[in-house]
């Protein structure tokens, strides 16, 4: 847990452990397999973690080699419930689930689900690593024919306004909004949101789709977690707990309620959001794993042929290298350059 007093012995083990891996030679590509990537993401969906996971995921499997796409986390997520009773999608603090028996115990749980003969960064194996591990708190870590929720730790979504894929916790939003169809409300970026969310005169319905451009990898820049947008003051004040809000930037694994994120391509680079008006219907099915936004393909062409791509933020240094370099939400938002190219193999350190 985040206020436990062990941290700092923890990080002076783990420096240690990381000298020791280098004499023994025990490097990354010995312990990241595609075995390896199936258990860390059955684990995220049993815990019910964060939809952050996905991009961190896409980037360790493509550094090293590995064509991990988001329909494998869509695939995991059907197989795996959420037995972790801890938020957002339980009622229970990580502090909890710590002294439930932690990963050990979740993963325990998960036995029949994972290849416990992947080597793991202390040299044994998962099944060495999670042997003998036991449950203290049955109401905090659940079993395999007791989950937490019917609906699973994540859902990928595609359709015409994210060709590429988009992300939404479903174990973390009401069940009501998990098929809807509505009005878009449309923020241009994050300071137009906060110059209107507050107002009490804002044209906005409980039904309502909010969309928010230009948060991604690229038109945040570095896609910050505003994905969680706030619900309009104007509809708090009226009991509204939850509604649908589609972005392409991302929401901290502790955020609740019906976020739609990662939406690749995002509207910065021309993807379809940045074609989104306010007024268009968009509809959308989780369970059948769908998002549409109702306009033909005419007019789509046509908005497509009016959009201006905004203009350079950066001209030169980091800035510069990020824009042109940083990959979309479903690639890993990470540097093109730092992924695995099969043609040049890994230079030779003497």
Same mark, same amino acid.
């Given at each position: 847990?985040?206020?436990?007093?062990?941290?700092?012995?923890?990080?002076?083990?783990?420096?240690?452990?990381?000298?020791?891996?280098?004499?023994?030679? @025990?490097?990354?590509?010995?312990?990241? !397999?595609?075995?390896?990537?199936?258990?860390?993401?059955?684990?995220?969906? #049993?815990?019910?973690? !964060?939809?952050?996971?996905?991009?961190?995921?896409? #980037?360790?499997?493509?550094?090293?080699?590995?064509?991990?796409? @988001?329909?494998?986390?869509?695939?995991?997520? =059907?197989?795996?419930?959420?037995?972790?009773?801890?938020?957002?999608?339980?009622?229970?603090?990580?502090?909890?689930?710590?002294?439930?028996?932690?990963?050990?115990?979740?993963?325990?749980?998960?036995?029949?689900?994972?290849?416990?003969?992947?080597?793991?960064?202390?040299?044994?194996?998962?099944?060495? &690593?999670? $042997?003998?591990?036991?449950? +203290?708190?049955?109401? /905090?870590?659940?079993?395999? &024919?007791?989950?937490?929720?019917?609906?699973?730790?994540?859902?990928?979504?595609?359709?015409?306004?994210?060709?590429?894929?988009?992300?939404?916790?479903?174990? #973390?939003?009401?069940?009501?909004?998990?098929?809807?169809?509505?009005?878009?409300?449309?923020?241009?970026?994050? &300071?137009?949101?906060?110059?209107?969310?507050? =107002?009490?005169?804002?044209?906005?319905?409980?039904?309502?789709?909010?969309?928010?451009?230009?948060?991604?990898?690229?038109?945040?820049?570095?896609?910050?977690?505003?994905?969680?947008?706030?619900?309009?003051?104007?509809?708090?004040?009226?009991?509204?707990?939850?509604?649908?809000? /589609?972005?392409?930037?991302?929401? !901290?694994?502790?955020?609740?309620?019906?976020?739609?994120? +990662?939406?690749?391509?995002?509207?910065?680079?021309?993807?379809?959001?940045?074609?989104?008006?306010?007024?268009?219907?968009?509809?959308?099915?989780?369970?059948?794993?769908?998002?549409? @936004?109702?306009?033909?393909?005419?007019?789509?062409?046509?908005?497509?042929?009016?959009?201006?791509?905004?203009?350079? =933020?950066?001209?030169?240094?980091?800035?510069?290298?990020? $824009?042109?370099?940083?990959?979309?939400?479903?690639?890993?938002?990470?540097?093109?350059?730092?992924? /695995?190219?099969?043609?040049?193999?890994?230079?030779?350190?003497?």
């Amino acid at each position: 847990p985040a206020p436990d007093a062990n941290h700092s012995r923890m990080s002076a083990m783990t420096g240690r452990r990381i000298v020791d891996m280098v004499w023994e030679d @025990l490097t990354p590509q010995k312990i990241i !397999s595609p075995q390896a990537i199936d258990n860390a993401i059955k684990v995220h969906m #049993a815990m019910g973690g !964060s939809t952050n996971a996905m991009v961190h995921l896409v #980037a360790l499997a493509r550094r090293a080699g590995i064509d991990l796409t @988001l329909d494998r986390f869509d695939e995991l997520s =059907r197989e795996v419930p959420v037995i972790a009773n801890v938020r957002p999608s339980g009622k229970y603090l990580m502090e909890d689930f710590f002294y439930a028996g932690g990963l050990r115990a979740l993963m325990g749980q998960l036995k029949p689900m994972l290849d416990l003969d992947c080597l793991t960064v202390n040299g044994k194996t998962v099944g060495d &690593n999670i $042997s003998g591990a036991k449950i +203290h708190l049955p109401e /905090v870590i659940h079993t395999l &024919n007791d989950p937490i929720s019917t609906e699973p730790a994540c859902g990928i979504l595609r359709g015409n306004l994210a060709p590429r894929g988009c992300v939404i916790k479903p174990s #973390a939003v009401e069940k009501r909004l998990l098929k809807h169809r509505g009005p878009a409300f449309v923020f241009e970026d994050y &300071n137009h949101m906060a110059s209107l969310i507050d =107002r009490d005169d804002l044209d906005v319905t409980p039904d309502h789709v909010l969309v928010l451009k230009n948060a991604g990898p690229k038109g945040g820049p570095g896609m910050p977690e505003w994905g969680m947008l706030p619900i309009p003051t104007k509809l708090v004040k009226q009991g509204v707990r939850d509604m649908l809000r /589609v972005s392409d930037a991302r929401m !901290s694994g502790t955020s609740y309620g019906a976020c739609i994120l +990662h939406v690749a391509p995002e509207s910065y680079v021309g993807g379809p959001l940045a074609f989104v008006k306010t007024g268009d219907m968009i509809e959308v099915d989780v369970p059948g794993r769908k998002i549409h @936004l109702d306009i033909s393909d005419e007019e789509m062409a046509k908005r497509k042929a009016a959009w201006k791509a905004p203009a350079p =933020r950066y001209e030169r240094g980091y800035g510069a290298m990020f $824009s042109e370099h940083i990959g979309q939400a479903d690639q890993g938002c990470d540097f093109d350059f730092l992924q /695995v190219n099969a043609r040049v193999p890994e230079p030779e350190i003497h």
